[in-house]
């Protein structure tokens, strides 16, 4: 019999105590709370954000900015094969009608503000959203300020005088050709939504054309156009130096820790969309599902770069392509933190990197409530300024003879990854022939609501075209549109 004096022996512990030298842990996950509460605030979050941008970055007066308009519902993320088709625009519609939603615009602070009044939810739902120079429109939701001071922006303006793309001067086309003319017509015939056409080679403006609210001076929305300029910027790190090769491990602030399985993750993957990155999603019935995030950063008033870095990685890095926008406000930290690692100024720093570079002076990023220049979307600018994105790739990265791009950036990130998806890095391509009478090697950068930009390499031509959100562009007639430009000028 064993003595009960004699010492028990150590316990086996559950942790590895061997002393780390990683530092921070990984992150907590987020979880997406979608109770039927949350995404009423969302619904209203957006809508606020959408008569923002409309009324105070594109300038739109109220009477076309409430014509453009479409209530979207949020809906919860889902799993991979998930796409989002909310339904319900017809009922907040009528809510608005009633004057259970209200809307107010205060013109003196460009702010929006919408209230959802329910009994069955007691206290009204309240989203603000407002617009600051050089932030474009900013979510607050329920809070009533960002938690940031929006300063101006120290910018560089385009060269005063200087023709186009180096400049603004912007000499007037002659009249397009008949073909390119009747094209014209019957794409702004069909496409009630287009701010405006512009096709450009590298040295001068082609044609351009503006709908009656659209204008060349006319900011327009980007959406997911927004992450081909982040695609570039990581681009302009690794020609700076600040950055190593795409495919190395992402360095995202808060996944250092080599332990982690966010380590497995690339600055590649997060380019093509394939990182893996996903979240719980709580639901009100307390059932808890995998989602794919595609619009919260849009629709939440929370720190975006915080809550995409705080994704749990759902699937094998690089196994599967999967379009969300976490992976894009991860590449948004990534650049924040490279900037302010080296003691510069953040917002000055990440415009100067490249679209003052390219004398984009019209273009803003949209911030979030915490001051995060979002890098999944959300941009504004003109058309001209557009499509020096696209003459940028049409000279593959070189501008006023200064290579701004590493050698192969444009090859890389305007290829697509060939395995079950038409998706490159940031940028879509044409080689599954949505544009038919287009080349297999155009490719473009795309926004959600049919913005893009078009950069026909071999024929040396780009292409800009925007559209207001929610509004059905004529495909099949821009797909014409293009043809006959390249049938004239190429």
Known sequence: MRDQREAPLPVEPYFDRTPQPFGDFPPDPLVYEASPRALRQRTVNFAA???????????????????????????????????????GQEELTAAHQRGDITIEMNDADRRVTVRWHDAGFGEPVVAGALARPGYGSIVLGSQSGPQFDPQPISR???????AWPLGDAVEPPPP??????????????????????????????????????????RVTPSWSMTKAITCTVIGRLVQEGWLGSVYDAAPAPLWRDP??????????????????LG????????NVTLGFENSAVYQDAGDAFEAAQRS??????????????????????????????????????????????????????????????????AGFATLRDYAKLGVL?????????????????????????????????????????????????????????????????????????SNETDHKMDLAALNRLIAAAISHWA
């Not at 560089?156 to 200087?162: L, N």
């Open 49 to 87: 954000k959408r008569l923002t941008d409309m009324r105070y970055v594109s300038g739109l007066d109220r009477a076309t900015a409430e014509r453009h308009f479409r209530w979207r519902p949020a809906v919860a993320p889902g799993g991979l094969q998930f796409r989002a088709a909310p339904d």
């Open 156 to 162: 560089r303006a385009a060269a005063p005088g200087r």
């Open 176 to 217: 397009p050709p008949a073909a390119v003319a009747s094209a014209l017509d019957a794409f702004f015939t069909s496409s009630a939504g287009a701010y405006g056409v512009l096709i450009a080679t590298p040295e001068r403006v082609l044609c351009e054309r503006y709908s009656v609210f659209g204008s060349p001076e």
């Open 259 to 276: 332990r982690s399985i966010h380590h497995l993750i690339t600055t590649d993957h997060l380019l093509r969309m394939r990182s893996g």
């Open 279 to 286: 979240f719980p999603v709580s639901h009100g019935d307390g």
């Open 312 to 377: 749990i990685v759902a699937t094998v890095p690089g196994a599967v392509y999967r379009y969300i926008n976490s992976g894009l406000n991860v590449l948004g930290s990534i650049i924040r933190d490279r900037i302010e690692t080296r003691g510069l100024p953040y917002c000055e720093t990440l415009y100067g990197l490249l679209i003052d570079r390219l004398g984009m002076a019209s273009y803003q990023h949209s911030a979030d409530i915490a001051g995060n220049l979002i890098a999944s979307g």
């Open 393 to 465: 790739y049409l000279q593959n990265g070189l501008w006023d003879g200064e290579p701004l791009l590493p050698p192969g950036w444009a090859d890389y990130a305007l290829t697509a990854t060939h395995t079950g998806t038409s998706y490159a890095a940031c940028f879509r391509t044409n080689t599954d022939r949505l544009f038919p009478d287009l080349p297999p090697d155009t490719a473009w950068a795309s926004g959600a609501s049919d913005q893009r930009i078009f950069i026909l390499r071999r024929h040396r031509l780009a292409v800009a075209v």
